[in-house]
């Protein structure tokens, strides 16, 4: 059986790893909580903003993907700021099994089928940011502060028709928040796609990571914040996860 | 004792091989990533690592002279080699990816598109899933029964011979997740990124003699 997954955000502003709220650096920590056995897949996000950046920000975060990548016997998904098939291809050659693609999309959806082509519709993971806005949701690319007008579902949908392989869902609004996932927004999307749907922004219990898989839908639940102010483990979130009934990795 | 072991990556552009180069050195082997024939044919195994289309892998293949080097290396010499993911769908004598296009042909299989039973079930196959042992063989050694592996896959070796699968995975449909046939080994999930059980069956493969 396919088990769900517990994927561990890390965002990097100029190669330092930050927590985040409302999508801005929030709180700088170390990457030590990161339980490396049990964590099923890692998500690195370079999120320094032009010219906010020492100008080796770039430098700075393959270096990070580059040692993750080595010791870390799990799936790397890594991404921001790419916007050519070039760009992903610095990401695969230093260690990434994946890209995450969001703003770079958005300005040119056939940037998602360039890097499908070579790689694989696997490798490509396009990151949805959104807000709600009334009783719909709408996209925001540039680190959620450009408003585009594009509803998250009919977006999903066209990048899985482009070639996208995995959508991942955060809820802008949700980020830092701690108050639990967007579960109508993770709904909308993945009732709307066949491919496989992750769920960010606002976990801050493990009932949310639950409620993400059976009320969103989601295939795999992402977390970042909640283990900076948790005593706790992945290992415990888990054994709660499984206690709810769902199937997950414990060894 | 004998100096450390040299496995050789085979580099063709494809794929992920800094995490296989790190598995393999975690484990206290070296690496060497290469597409040159002559490097590749002074390792004592091989693997052959692999993210991406099936065309774009077997014209990378040709490209570099690697098809008639890995054949010589593996199928003459007797070197053992192992295909990961992609990199085990490469030996099958075809695939239907992107149309019809030949494999190495190593083993008497055909790569089709994954098509489970239930729609609930997303294509790709992303995540951690279960194998079904059936068959003993030097990779499992060590591995339990329940382990659970790294799956990211769209297509998969359905139709291989029973005595060449070791281990199948069920995601609405049957294919092969463990392949031996003779010297030659493949994987359809990624042990490289499979933790310690995946660690194991890597250091299997790499205790094979």
Partial sequence: MLHQRLI???TFNDGVLFRTKLFAPDYRYTHNFVDAWLVDEIVALDITRPGNGSGTAGHSFAAVIGG?????????AAGGGIRTL???RRFMALGADKVVVNTGAVERPRLIGEIAAPYGSQCVVVSIDARRAGDRYEVYSHNGTCATGRDPADWAEEAVGEGAGEILVTSIERDGSLSGYDLDLCRRVASRVSVPVLI???AGAWRHFVDGVVEGG???VCTSNIYHFTESSIRSAKAFMRKAGLAVRLS | MSTMQRVGIVDYGMGNLVSVAGAVEYLGYEAVVSHDPRALAETDRLILPGVGAFPDAMRNLHARGLVDA????VRRRGTPLLGICLGAQLLARESEEFGRHAGLGWLDATVSRLRPNDPALRVPHVGWNGIRKIRDGVLLKGVPDDALFYYVHSYCIGDAPAGNVLCECDYGAR???VLESGRVFATQFHPEKSQQHGLTMLRNFLSVH
């Avoid at chain 1, 993750?68 to 790397?76: E, M, N, Q, T, Y």
């Avoid at chain 2, 890995?70 to 290396?73: F, K, T």
């Fill in chain 2, 175 to 177: 294919f092969a997740a």
């Fill in chain 1, 8 to 10: 561990t955000v890390l």
């Fill in chain 1, 218 to 220: 989601a295939s795999g």
């Fill in chain 1, 68 to 76: 993750i990548a080595r010791k870390c016997f799990v799936p790397l």
């Fill in chain 1, 200 to 202: 960010a922004g606002g």
């Fill in chain 1, 86 to 88: 070039d760009d992903a």
């Fill in chain 2, 70 to 73: 890995l054949g010589d290396l």
